[in-house]
């Protein structure tokens, strides 16, 4: 498939620690994106969900190793030791690399308190023993036994990936092991990374190895018996076990450069694609709450009276179930809806309707203001919080700020990655060219720079959700925490398109237009604000832009791409019968999540989109694509504005009609499934099965039993059988180019 493997899986179930999932965490989005999407994973989703095709890394971090071997002997570890033999890469840490050995010996003869742990592995990707304790004194949940471990570096080893690789660090330690006789596997692809300088406290036998390099068939394993993951920026509140400490986290902080070149030059052996840059920790910037009408902000704050509290500050703060925010007026300004039209670039002016040009405005328009919403170069970055050190952060425990505009739009200068004249000029305009003269999806705007998540804000603070109307829309520039399907995130990165939109669904609807179908209209709207995204440009209709069951973003990948409208019109003309070879050539360039809840009638949905539109990576880009097919680039503000409009024109018509068969076939027609063979995955083995469309009253999968003649189904030759199955996602079960979709019974 045109995708590549994008996730970096870190384990974070039975046996893991807190503190190593964290520090992994921290150090691999750092090092990897955003080329990766780096996600803690439990042993429930290992052992259940499909997650082998798009992992790039499968990471087990510090722990216990007898509570991986309790959640994954057998078919977890069968999954793992598959991965890996079959192309994938493992980094095990500490714990995870007694657990990648063939066999651990851990305090040895420490029987009276239960700490010895002595016993063959199943992953044996390192085909010795890794032993242990390396150094003496380690204690579970103590920093009593950590030291700065020096270890020599194998640069002949590491060096071919390009960056500094240095020749001797000192790195965080505290239970680790050494691997016996490293040196003797030479011949069965061991290579030794890293050693020990120091006297160990056990046998290692040859060698001290401490970080060891293993093919495994088609993959390869790093294994480690320290801790070069961990920062020192993130220790200095530890320690409290032993009066060196400081110490010992002043010689780690002196070669925390040294210990960064160490990972990325391991990571870069395992083929990863590392981010060279070294960026600082990012900050939540402000929240900047505006409206088309900004009446309708005052409205809202007056609405607030009852949960708004004042602190011994006297500033105004709203505590809530998840985060807190600290309410703040906007300062004077003179910038106004009378300006959003010029902000627009001037082609765009020119296909306004009159309705919505300057002359309509009753306060005229400032020329030099709105041009210079253009220009960020001078803007200052503006932040809500700046964290003391570059270590983890709890942004959960951030007040977050939130700048009311209640008598104008803000201006460029406060937010200079996002246009809100641009965007609420955009707004207007496709309101109008729909017939929706007063749209309400994207009326009220959330804005920020740099969020948690978008839907967080919004679904886990009930006490301001309440408060927001219908179609009020979180978007930000850069998410920290953006949340996906089951266990998944989906990578925010600048230049992505990410946002979040309330929707109030009456319950005494949902028996003409059910729920569940909001995440289909949404989907569509997508495609289609992304088809109509101008109207000057009517190749943009030619996009092959597609869905993914029920509500994935895919895009043919620009390398598979042309710049012929004949060929686009081609492939729209036939992609009911997209063949799987055409499917392996689209790649996902976005994704939704609806999070709902109900009460006193209603139910409130925060429907959440993340899309790559400027940014390359993980995947590819709208943008991308649109130069594939000599196209003008896509802008942030405007798109967000042509799917928002198109969303609320999809959803009007859901209201009063359901999801009908017109919008069925609609769906349908931009689909990658239509025709498509899969394995049936339930408790009578694997049929057969072809997809053939989506129920009307639930939007339940369709798929009917086919049984395969001598010609193969790739030509045809596909018999049903009558049988027909009716299946429902369950977060990432269908793992459709792999032509298996599981059946949950």
């Given at each position: 498939?045109?995708d590549?493997?994008v996730?970096?899986?870190v384990?974070?179930g039975?046996g893991?620690t ?9 150090s ?5 994106g955003?080329?990766?999407a780096v996600?803690p994973?439990t042993g429930e989703t290992l052992?259940?969900e499909p997650w082998?095709?798009?992992c790039?890394?499968?990471v087990?971090?510090g722990?216990a190793?007898?509570?991986?071997c ?8 069968r ?6 033999k079959?192309?994938g890469?493992y980094?095990g ?9 063939a066999r651990?010996?851990?305090e040895v003869g420490?029987?009276?308190?239960g ?5 063959d592995?199943e992953l ?6 890794c032993r242990?304790l390396a150094?003496?004194?380690?204690v579970y949940q103590s920093e009593k ?6 270890i ?5 080893a590491?060096?071919s990936?390009?960056g500094?690789v240095p020749e001797v660090?000192?790195v ?5 092991g ?6 003797k596997?030479?011949d069965r692809g061991v290579?030794?990374l ?6 160990l406290?056990?046998d290692s036998g040859?060698?001290?190895a401490?970080?060891v390099h293993?093919k495994v068939?088609?993959?390869?394993a ?5 801790h070069?993951e ?9 320690g409290k076990?032993?009066p060196?400490?400081?110490?010992i ?5 002196a070669?925390d450069q040294k210990r960064?070149?160490f990972?990325k030059?391991?990571l ?8 060279q840059t070294d ?5 939540l ?6 409206s088309?009408r900004p009446?309708?902000i005052s409205?809202l704050v007056?609405?607030w009276?009852d949960?708004?509290?004042k602190d011994e500050?006297g500033?105004e703060?709203v505590k809530d179930e998840?985060d807190?925010f600290v309410?703040?007026?906007?300062a004077?300004?003179?910038w106004?809806m009378?300006g959003?039209?010029?902000?627009l670039?001037?082609a765009v002016?020119?296909i306004l309707p009159e309705s919505?040009?300057?002359?309509h405005y009753p306060?005229?328009?400032d020329?030099e203001k709105?041009?210079?919403a ?7 970055k503006?932040?809500?919080?700046k964290p003391t050190e570059?270590g983890?952060v709890d ?11 209640t ?10 990655y996002?246009?809100?004249?641009a965007?609420y000029?955009s707004?207007?305009y496709f309101?109008?060219l729909y017939?929706l003269?007063?749209?309400t999806?994207?009326k009220t705007?959330l ?11 919004l679904?886990?603070n ?14 930000a520039?850069?998410q920290l925490a953006?949340r996906?399907?089951g ?6 990165p ?24 909001v995440q289909?209209?949404l989907a569509l709207?997508?495609?289609a604000?992304?088809?109509k995204?101008?109207p000057?440009h009517e190749?943009y ?8 069951w029920?509500n994935?973003?895919?895009?043919l990948h ?6 012929s ?16 070879a055409?499917?392996n050539?689209?790649?996902?360039i976005?994704g939704?999540l609806?999070?709902?809840s109900?009460s006193s009638?209603d139910y409130t949905l925060?429907?959440g989109?993340?899309?790559n539109v400027t940014?390359p990576?993980?995947?590819t ?10 196209l003008?680039?896509f802008?942030?503000?405007r ?11 999809l ?11 017109a919008?069925?076939s609609d769906?349908e ?13 339930n408790e009578?083995?694997y049929p057969?099965a072809r997809?053939?469309g ?5 939007g339940?999968?369709v798929?009917?039993e086919?049984?395969v ?5 790739n030509?045809?030759?596909?018999r ?5 199955f ?6 990432n ?6 032509g298996l ?5």
């Open positions: 498939m045109a590549k493997r996730n970096v899986l384990y974070s039975n893991s807190i503190e190593s999932v964290k520090h992994c965490l921290w691999l989005r750092r090092l990897l955003p080329n990766y996600i994973m052992l259940k082998q095709a798009t790039a890394l499968f087990m971090p722990g190793d007898l509570g991986y309790r959640t994954l002997d057998g078919p977890g570890n999954l793992i030791s598959s991965y890996v079959n192309g890469k980094l840490l500490c714990a995870g690399g007694y657990y990648g050995s651990c010996e851990f420490r029987t009276g308190d700490y010895e742990v002595v016993g592995r044996a990707f390192f085909p010795g023993t242990g150094f003496p004194e380690f036994g950590t030291r700065a471990a020096e020599s570096v194998n640069r002949q590491l060096i990936g390009g500094a660090l000192r965080y330690h505290n239970g680790g050494v691997f016996v006789d490293a040196e596997f030479e290579e030794i890293a050693n020990y300088t120091e006297r406290h056990v040859d060698g001290k401490a970080v293993c068939g088609n993959g390869a790093i294994l480690t018996g320290p070069p961990f920062s020192a920026v993130n220790l200095n509140d530890k076990d032993r060196d400490y400081p110490r986290v002043e010689a780690l902080l070669d960064i070149d990972m030059a391991c870069s052996r395992l083929g990863l694609q590392v981010n960026d600082n920790i990012p900050s910037s402000r929240l900047h709450l505006s088309a009446q309708d409205d007056s609405s009276s949960i708004i509290e500050d500033k703060i998840h807190t309410v703040e007026r906007e004077p300004s003179s106004s009378s959003v039209v010029e902000a670039p001037e002016q020119n919505v040009r300057p002359e306060h005229g328009t020329k709105a041009k210079s253009g220009d960020h170069s001078s803007a200052p503006e932040t809500a919080s570059e983890i942004y959960q425990a951030i007040p977050k700020r939130v700048v009311v505009h008598s104008s739009i803000p201006e460029p200068k406060e937010t200079p996002f246009n809100h004249a965007y000029s707004h207007l309101g109008d017939s003269p007063q749209p999806f994207g705007l804005y920020g720079e740099t969020v948690t998540s978008t839907n967080t804000i679904e886990k009930t006490r301001l959700l309440e408060t927001l109307s219908n179609g009020t829309t979180a978007t520039t850069t953006g996906g399907r266990n998944n995130v989906w990578v925010s600048p230049g992505s398109l990410m946002f979040s939109t309330v929707i109030r669904h009456p319950l005494s609807l949902n028996s003409r237009a059910p729920v569940v179908f289909y209209i709207a997508i495609v604000g992304v088809k995204y101008d000057n190749a209709e030619n996009l092959p832009i597609r869905l993914k029920p994935d973003i895919y895009a620009p390398s598979f791409a042309t710049a409208a004949t060929s686009a019109n081609e492939d729209n003309n036939n992609q009911n019968n997209t063949t799987d055409e499917r050539k689209f790649t996902k976005g939704i609806i999070n709902s109900y009638g925060v429907c989109v993340g899309m940014n990576h993980p995947t880009s709208l943008n991308a694509l649109a130069a594939a097919y000599d003008p680039p802008n942030l503000e798109l967000l504005a042509s799917i928002l409009i198109q969303f609320e024109k959803h009007l018509r859901f209201l009063v009609n359901g999801f009908s068969d919008m069925v769906y027609d931009v689909w990658l499934h239509s025709g498509q063979v899969v394995r049936l995955e009578e083995g057969r997809i053939l989506v129920t009307r009253d639930w339940l999968l798929a009917e086919v049984v003649d001598e010609y193969g189904y030509a045809g030759g596909c049903a059988t009558g049988r027909k009716e299946l429902q996602s369950d977060a079960s269908f793992d459709f180019f792999k979709v599981r059946r949950k019974v």
